[in-house]
């Protein structure tokens, strides 16, 4: 017997997304730039690769969360780097924070993964491999403290700053 295969349109759509729609009037929504009703999803998320005007939005957004999660962190002024590579037409390109101890990066995944944020130790500012890699989504720049809460248990688990 052969085998059947569904249909993109029975996936939900060309190429959409499979999570349920979000409840737009209930309580549960959250309107953030990296969340979009309360359930994150890159589909969902407009994507920055082809779009020049959203590309410079996911970057300048992305500078200002990484800006306030350096802060929520408690790292001084002037022992930070806020980076930004725009890449090519294709991708988001990324931001990055590379603290003396931490670096976190940015993205939005080509796979449609949802693990735009890479966190991970560092021995200082001109470390770029650093310790194990460590992904959580997009949607936490929208929760800051939440965000910050993931970055010091990466830095506890390697013995770095708390």
Request: a positive charge.
């Amino acid at each position: 017997m052969p085998r059947q295969r569904a249909s993109r349109a029975a996936a939900g759509g060309l190429g959409g997304c499979r999570h349920p729609k979000p409840n737009l009037a209930g309580p549960r929504f959250s309107a953030g730039f990296f969340t979009i009703g309360g359930t994150p999803c890159r589909s969902r998320c407009k994507p920055c690769a082809y779009d020049a005007a959203q590309k410079r939005l996911f970057h300048l957004t992305g500078r200002k969360r990484l800006a306030a999660l350096a802060e929520a962190l408690g790292f001084a002024s002037g022992s930070y780097d806020l980076r930004s590579n725009a890449g090519g037409i294709a991708v988001s390109g990324e931001v990055t924070l590379h603290h003396t101890a931490l670096y976190a990066q940015i993205c939005q995944p080509a796979t449609g993964a949802d693990s735009g944020i890479l966190i991970r130790t560092c021995q200082g500012r001109t470390n770029y491999t650093g310790g194990r890699n460590h992904f959580a989504p997009l949607s936490l720049l929208d929760d800051t403290p939440a965000l910050a809460a993931r970055c010091r248990a990466v830095l506890r688990s390697a013995g770095g700053r708390s």
